[in-house]
């Protein structure tokens, strides 16, 4: 059987190498081309040994320089340009986009331009640009198979578009959900990456923690599905078993569920239309999940959910400065610099000082996230 030949960009990340224990499982089905990863030389020496990519590229020159001259037969590439690259080759039939945060936007677009399948984990570049992305998706019929695993059960749940009157996404609730405003006014870094449901990068764990990841999960739906903000409902669901669900105009209700593990929806993108045995997991047993439980989500506690919905409603460049605010109070958050509460507070202030560019460019959306960015780092260093 003709093997399909992916790349992965964010290999050494938390999604990344769980797409590596995927692929390795599945090696009759895959084949790599190329493999990205940040900083950590560690981990993609040890998967270029083990998948024998054709490219691989890291952020820096320097590191670049050390793979090439340990691995003579593989081209390495660095920076954005190189992630570029790896998308501009159209020996790859499926790209897993992989990276965390806004890298991901120009790269994915030049997959798109060439035709190539999308495995999307980075949400960032939907809440950024779903509009053009989606857009050019179409005209290029270029498949973008969400990897979030909200987004993955919708997909799974959907049979035909005109049927799907609501969305329900669920969300674990994260660490604060039983907790006080005081409580998670006062929580330190330590506390908030600890997720009770999910393993991930420190970016995404500290937006399950504000809710904020739930309401950049909300922007991405309505891009991926083209459905009104309005007819996007959160739901809180601790046990994190039915991984989202939709309501179809006859009133029925599909959802999907399983325990929770990443590997599913992964496996799930880059399989797709077929389902392979792939790694193992336990037969679902309703009798060992035993309690479903949903709520409302405590918008007091958790209020950038609803300001991700504003600013989604608002359209143009809202949503890209919400992004960026957001990003960047989460790194100042990461770095000791702020509370877990002002990351709400600065991207709320971002929003309201914000003037809305609508339908905006490519060009203009990195200049709004650059401008958004600097303003933000200005605001938390004076
Ligand atoms: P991680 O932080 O674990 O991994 C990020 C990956 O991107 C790493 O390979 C990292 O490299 C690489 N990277 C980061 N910055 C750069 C850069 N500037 N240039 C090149 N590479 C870079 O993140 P996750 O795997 O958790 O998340 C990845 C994406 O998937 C995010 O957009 C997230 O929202 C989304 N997602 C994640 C889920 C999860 O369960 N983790 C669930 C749903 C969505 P290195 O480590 O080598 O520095
Ligand atoms: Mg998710």
Redesign the pocket.
Known sequence: MKKKKISI????????TQAVEVISKLSEDFEVVSL?????IE??RQQIQQLAPKNV???SQTNAQILQKEFKNINVLYG?FG?EEICADKENEMILV????K??LKPTLKAIDNGIDIAL????TLVMAGDIVIKRAKEKQVLILP???EHSAIHQCIRNREDIKRLIITASGGPFRTKSIDDIKNATVEETLHHPK???????TI?SATLM?KG?EVIEAHHLFDMDYQNIKVVVHPQSIVHSAVECYDGSVIAQLGFPS?HIPIQYALTYPKRLEGIKTDSFDFAKAARLDFEEPDLEKFPCLNLAYEAGKAGGTYTVCLNAANEEAVFAFLDGKISLWQIYEITRKMIDSHVNIPSPDIETIIEQDKTTREKVKKLINQ
Do not use: F
């Open positions: 960009l964010g290999s050494t990340g938390s999604i990344g990205s990863a940040g900083d950590n981990k993609i590229c890291v952020k954005d992630l992989a990276v965390s945060g890298v991901g984990a980075n949400k960032e990897v979030d695993s999910w393993n991930m990068g420190k970016k995404i937006d990841n950049l990443m």
